[in-house]
Nanobody, 117 residues
């Protein structure tokens, strides 16, 4: 059964750090492009970071230089290291897995990140 489970969210002060994890099961993880999206209240969901099966990464301008996406294929897990967090980073963060071979995108349930003093 396909499942993406995010963890690591929480409350952090501005300037702080968090590391999100997304554990996948039921998919051919190494074949998938993995990504992190976020959705703030009243805003559309946005793509913030992605990593291909070959390890190529891409970032939204809003997080470039502060966030790092990585993957561990042996653990079927993708990570998002978030540094220098700002209040505007407050959102629900979602993990997504895209498999172009079978044309399928799967989503996790989301994890809340709140940046506030």
């Amino acid at each position: 059964q396909l499942q993406l489970v995010e963890s690591g969210g929480g409350l952090v002060q501005p300037g702080g750090s968090l590391r999100l994890s997304c554990a996948a099961s039921g998919i051919m993880f190494s074949r998938n492009t993995m990504a992190w999206h976020r959705q703030a209240p009243g805003k559309q969901r946005e793509l913030i970071a992605a990593i291909t099966s070959g390890g190529i990464t891409n970032y939204a301008d809003s997080v470039k230089g502060r966030f790092t996406i990585s993957r561990d294929n042996a653990k079927a897990t993708v990570y998002l290291q978030m540094n220098s967090l700002k209040p505007e980073d407050t959102a629900v963060y979602y993990c997504a897995a895209s498999d172009i071979v079978i044309n399928r995108r799967a989503w996790g349930q989301g994890t809340q990140v709140t940046v506030s003093s």
